[in-house]
T-cell receptor, first 113, second 113 residues
Framework: AQSVTQLDSQVPVFEEAPVELRCNYSSSVSVYLFWYVQYPNQGLQLLLKYLSGSTLVKGINGFEAEFNKSQTSFHLRKPSVHISDTAEYFCAVLNTGGFKTIFGAGTRLFVKA | DVKVTQSSRYLVKRTGEKVFLECVQDMDHENMFWYRQDPGLGLRLIYFSYDVKMKEKGDIPEGYSVSREKKERFSLILESASTNQTSMYLC????????????FGQGTRLTVV
């Protein structure tokens, strides 16, 4: 069975500081990996995804993530955050060839002025 | 742009009522999903469908049923609403061929009183 663990439920950070949101997964088969963002009172939208190839993936709004197969991790990073990045971030995993995307519990990012 | 539209943003229903949540997507996607989102628990899959009239139970199907009579529409039914079904409900769709990211609706916040 697959599972996704987001290691931090809340991350407060000052504006223009770097941030890392941590995600670990477990799966016995090959997977696709995703980060989604949810702004207040909205649905989720895709931030970035890893399907294959380069382990460093760049997404929208200056975010990037690195797939580490040996550590089964897919941490999300941004070198300098803005107030507008305040949102909830979800890591997700999908078995290649599967239907069901499994989501982590989410990490609330608070960016302070 | 893919659009997934949920019929209501906010709903208030009474205990014991039969509740219908409607979802429509406009990108001819094969797969459609209903998730429930609760604080600290992330998104949990209730049901999904990979074709018209086909449905599969997710992780928490108890108390729910679904209907997919047309490819673009996926309905979630609460047969007899209970207070523990108060939650945010998110509909999503994905392309069955590529099996990659899910596209989400804005969500329906349901309160059962």
């Amino acid at each position: 069975a697959q599972s996704v663990t987001q290691l931090d439920s809340q991350v407060p950070v000052f504006e223009e500081a770097p941030v890392e949101l941590r995600c670990n997964y477990s799966s016995s088969v090959s997977v696709y990996l995703f980060w989604y963002v949810q702004y207040p009172n909205q649905g989720l939208q895709l931030l970035l995804k890893y399907l294959s190839g380069s382990t460093l993936v760049k997404g929208i709004n200056g975010f990037e993530a690195e797939f580490n197969k040996s550590q089964t991790s897919f941490h999300l990073r941004k070198p300098s955050v803005h107030i507008s990045d305040t949102a909830e971030y979800f890591c997700a995993v999908l078995n290649t060839g599967g239907f069901k995307t499994i989501f982590g519990a989410g990490t609330r990012l608070f960016v302070k002025a | 742009d893919v659009k997934v539209t949920q019929s209501s943003r906010y709903l208030v229903k009474r205990t014991g009522e039969k509740v219908f949540l409607e979802c429509v997507q406009d990108m001819d996607h094969e797969n459609m999903f209903w998730y429930r989102q609760d604080p600290g628990l992330g998104l949990r899959l209730i049901y999904f469908s990979y074709d018209v009239k086909m449905k599969e139970k997710g992780d928490i199907p108890e108390g729910y049923s679904v209907s997919r009579e047309k490819k673009e529409r996926f309905s979630l039914i609460l047969e007899s609403a209970s207070t523990n079904q108060t939650s945010m409900y998110l509909c999503a769709s994905s392309d069955g061929t590529l099996n990659t990211e899910a596209f989400f609706g804005q969500g329906t916040r349901l309160t059962v009183v």
